[in-house]
């Protein structure tokens, strides 16, 4: 088995278990190297939805002598297997028809789901980071360790008992894997495939200098209860924290999720509208090999419209194939916000729909992203089904860019149920670059900025850039740069308007810089494309994109902000503004715009700790002006480039 893993962990156990079924019935398997097993305990498809796979496991019969399953005579020359390893009594586990379910809590979990998915994501996974592109046909099994083969259904079905042999296993694979009218099993035919598909298993995941000071501060202890009072009233209060862009809003989220759940063993979801943060996090919570687990503590990064769904689904206002979801959104969440005051669906009905679904639906506590853009709705029913004292939030103070109203998560709340913490200082800009951004807010006539800088983060610097974006001396002087610092590539934040995403005939979006950057030979996490906007980035040699609309949350070591000028412009254009204020007497449609395109502006440029590039397409643009002035008037902390 590959090294090194947690040995005394229940994963590498059963792994160890299963090496000595399959030693038992092959003669001479650990002597022969024309017979291949590799197992692998607690697998990782980075960047997957579901990434944690108990066992996974690669076999292939080189040898002239023949293995053939007893019953039906297969030939079994190679498969590829996911095993979800479960240790429950025959008392906690039912069966329906051919699907597996276990109890935690009093919850029912569908495990025939849960390993379900596993076998999507090793294929995805497979096809994206093998050389072949392809992946093997997978297997998927569930290993009841405590439960007898003879209590298992005996309809057509991949679960296996206590009990189990590697004959009756290779039965299974037979039932499970063969193809119609071919009585073999040959997943491996060429060995060479076999190496690089077991190669994709063998990466792993390497933090970067700004990953590993991520980590720290999210493991520095936040919840030490001489520290801070809040902590005592964990889960028993509404906490909200408030501050600016830049002030550690989310990082504070992360690290509050992160030692509920490893120091008290808590079940925490993070709840964002940002679909490329939610990577991000992932990430970094992979790195930090926290869990998404069921029935113990976890943590769970996910978007408010896929949480939303699974609530109503769970609710019956939705189908599970429902076509047109994020259409009919606001009408789905109203409806069952009515249903629940009126109480036509009862708090009964709430809970068995939340035992049904628990490791979607049960939560201790919920940590709320960006609050300030929050619907009423959602609030409203995120206090039904769980209460106000369960959850946290982050509240951007000014960043309100959805064109909602702005609403007051403690409304109806007494004072002693909540508590705000006031965040004014900078923990991502360093001071100079922190003050040139105030600079840039002043210059905009954008009111009430008040971003302090921590008196020790010495340093940053601006850099105002005009004309060809893409030259390669200044991208190849900005990479140098940041890797003098020890930085990597993936530690540098690209960002870029919704003009430089382009969709190819096949459906396929890629960015500007993304297609330039394969050009000239590099890697990239090009997130203007959904699919790779729903993993994150698995190598610190890639380059991160992201529309500016995505970049809330996200940070760099360098951050390039191209065309900020086409952003701003688009922003004002495009404004979406509440209907609160255009039925002010005083709203002014033309200034409502310009204060929506401010707001805007000022999120990417929080997003830097040590270098922002600011890129103008037209220097005669109010943004290009803007940036152009603040150069002549701070020369020694903003440079200037044109190419």
């Known amino acids: 088995m590959p090294c090194p893993y947690a040995y005394n962990s229940p994963e590498y156990q059963a ?27 607690s697998a ?52 329906e028809g051919n699907r597996c379910f276990v109890k935690y809590n009093d919850s029912d979990h569908d495990v025939t789901t849960q390993s379900d998915g596993q076998k999507y994501s090793i294929k995805k996974y497979i096809e994206k980071n093998s050389l072949s592109k392809s992946s093997p046909w997978i297997t998927n099994f569930i290993w009841l360790e405590r439960v007898q083969c ?41 060995r060479a495939y076999m190496a690089n598909t077991l190669a994709v298993f063998s990466n792993v995941l390497v933090p970067s200098k700004i990953d590993r000071k991520r980590l720290e501060a999210i493991t520095r202890s936040v ?20 501050g600016r862009g830049g002030t550690g809003k989310t990082v504070r989220l992360i690290r509050m999720a992160y030692q509920a759940y490893d120091e008290f063993g808590l079940r925490v979801v993070l709840l964002t509208y940002n679909k490329a943060l939610v990577a991000d996090l992932r990430r970094l919570l992979t790195l930090l090999g926290a869990k998404d687990s069921v029935g113990v503590g976890s943590i769970s990064i996910k978007t408010i419209h896929s949480f939303m769904r699974e609530w109503l689904l769970a609710l ?22 009515e249903y629940l005051l009126a ?31 929050w619907p009423a709705t959602e609030r409203d029913l995120i206090y039904q089904l769980y209460g106000p004292k369960k959850v946290i939030i982050a509240d951007g ?30 923990l991502r800009l360093k001071s100079s670059l922190c003050q040139t951004v105030g600079h840039f807010a002043k210059e905009i006539d954008y009111a009430n900025w008040n971003l302090e800088p921590l008196p020790e983060s010495h340093g940053g610097k601006v850099i105002v850039v005009v004309g060809d974006p893409f030259s390669k001396k200044f991208h190849s002087k900005l990479v140098a740069t940041a890797r003098d610092d020890g930085n990597k590539p993936i530690d540098i934040l690209f960002c870029v308007p919704p003009g ?24 990239c996490w090009d997130a203007v494309d959904p699919e790779q906007r729903d993993e994150y980035p698995t190598s610190v040699e890639q380059f991160r994109i992201v529309q500016y609309e995505s970049c809330r949350g996200l940070e760099g070591w360098v951050v390039v902000n191209f065309a900020l000028d086409e952003f701003f412009s688009y922003k004002q254009e495009n404004a979406k503004v509440s209907e609160e204020e255009k039925n002010d007497i005083f709203y002014d449609e033309a200034e409502a715009a310009l204060e929506y395109a401010r707001k805007w502006v000022m999120i990417p440029l929080t997003r830097a700790i040590d270098t922002l590039v600011i890129h103008v397409s037209d220097p005669g643009s109010y943004i290009g002006r803007v940036a152009i002035d603040l150069h002549r008037k701070y020369p020694d902390s903003i440079d200037y480039y044109e190419f």
């Open 15 to 41: 792994a160890e278990r299963l090496a000595g079924l399959a030693a038992a019935y092959i003669s001479g398997l650990d002597e022969d190297s024309q017979v291949v097993l590799e197992i692998f305990p």
């Open 44 to 95: 990782k498809c980075f960047g997957q939805k579901v990434q944690d796979i108990d066992l996974l496991v690669f076999f292939a019969n080189y040898r002239k002598e023949e293995i053939r399953s007893e019953k039906t005579n297969t030939l079994i020359h190679s498969f590829c297997a996911s095993f979800e390893v479960k240790g429950h009594s025959p008392s906690l586990v039912r069966f």
């Open 150 to 190: 003879s209590l298992i259904p005996k309809s057509q079905n991949n679960i296996l008992g206590s009990d189990v042999t590697w004959g009756l296993l290779l039965e299974k694979v037979a039932l499970l894997s063969s193809r119609p009218g071919c009585n073999e099993v040959c997943c491996f035919s060429v």
């Open 223 to 242: 919840l030490d209860r001489t520290q801070q009072q809040y902590a005592e009233k964990l889960g028993r209060q509404l906490l909200i924290f408030r």
């Open 316 to 337: 019956g206002f939705i189908s599970k194939q429902e076509p047109d979801f994020l259409e009919a959104y606001e009408e789905y969440k109203k409806t069952a916000l």
């Open 343 to 373: 109480g036509a669906v009862t708090q009964e009905e709430v809970e068995r729909s939340r035992s049904t679904r628990s490791r979607s639906l049960t939560w201790d506590l919920l940590l709320i992203d960006e609050s300030q853009d």
């Open 397 to 426: 103070v000014d960043q309100f860019v959805r064109g909602v109203e702005k609403i007051d998560w403690r409304a109806n709340i007494g004072v002693c149920e909540s508590q705000i913490v006031p965040l004014r200082k900078s």
């Open 500 to 523: 430089w995403v382009e969709t190819s005939a096949d459906g396929q979006r890629r960015s500007k810089v993304g297609k330039q950057f394969a050009e000239w030979g590099l890697e």
